[in-house]
């Protein structure tokens, strides 16, 4: 398998090269840190045919059986769009803002992000034990270490819960994390020009009304510990 990215014309960065990620290494850093996925799918037939773009949680191994690695998403096996997402190529984009950068001019504002793109056609997860694998990695990369303090996933719960897994090979990312880019001219017209970082920062758990008395693991703690230790 390649260690750069972008290995077809569907996923070569166009526009903003100099910020393109070449070191496929970077995109599976970053797939470690970020939580929310958007698949976008076409839907409906003929005259009806339209895109959705969904927001969902993700799980990935790099080990998995398909080319790349594996990207993992789940949902409801009664989803519309799921027969729909197995019919043809997709496109998963998963984004993590760091900052707002405010320039002299509205032309030059932007933002500082890590953002991935993975083209292909996915696959329905029917092996029973790797379709539970993949779920485990899904609650995983939202607490790391939670799926293990659970109680085992029932057969009605499996049966009613699809997992599709697109291969990792066909992806490129994009990171932005500088300053603003002014035009000469603006820069001596008194304009405050700057970053404004952004940080996903988690808060002390909140105990749910009915599990009183049942302090949270130390999965729980640790991860909203990590998310406060982010901005120290």
């Known amino acids: 398998m390649s260690t750069t990215l972008s290995p077809t014309p569907r996923t070569q960065v166009s526009r903003g090269k100099n910020r393109a990620v070449t070191d496929r290494e970077r995109l599976h850093t970053f797939l470690g840190e970020a ?7 076409i839907v409906g037939s003929g005259g009806d045919a339209h895109p959705v773009v969904l927001p969902t949680a993700y799980g990935f191994d790099l080990d998995g059986p398909d080319a790349g690695g594996s990207l ?8 519309g769009w799921l027969a729909r997402a197995l019919e043809r190529d997709v496109c998963v984009t998963i984004t993590e803002l ?7 001019s509205g032309f030059h504002h932007s ?26 990695l899904v609650v995983d990369q939202m607490i790391p270490g939670r799926w293990a303090t659970l109680r085992p996933a029932t057969r009605k ?6 997992v599709i897994a697109l291969p990792l ?9 500088e300053g603003p880019v002014d035009d000469p001219a603006d820069i001596d017209s008194g304009t405050w ?9 988690a808060a002390a758990p909140v105990t749910a009304d009915d599990a009183e008395g049942a302090p949270p693991e130390d999965v729980v703690r640790r991860a909203a510990q990590l998310g406060a230790e982010a901005i120290s």
């Open 35 to 41: 939580l929310v996925a958007h698949l976008g799918i």
């Open 98 to 104: 760091d900052g707002l950068v405010a320039a002299r």
């Open 72 to 79: 993992y998403l789940h949902g409801s096996v009664a989803a």
């Open 157 to 162: 719960e499996l049966a009613a819960t699809a």
């Open 193 to 201: 020009a700057g970053v404004i970082p952004i940080h996903r920062v």
């Open 169 to 177: 090979a066909e992806a490129s990312m994009k990171a932005r994390a």
């Open 111 to 136: 933002m500082n992000y890590r953002s991935a793109v993975v083209i292909g056609r996915p696959r329905l997860v029917e092996d029973s034990g790797e379709r539970e694998h993949a779920l485990a």
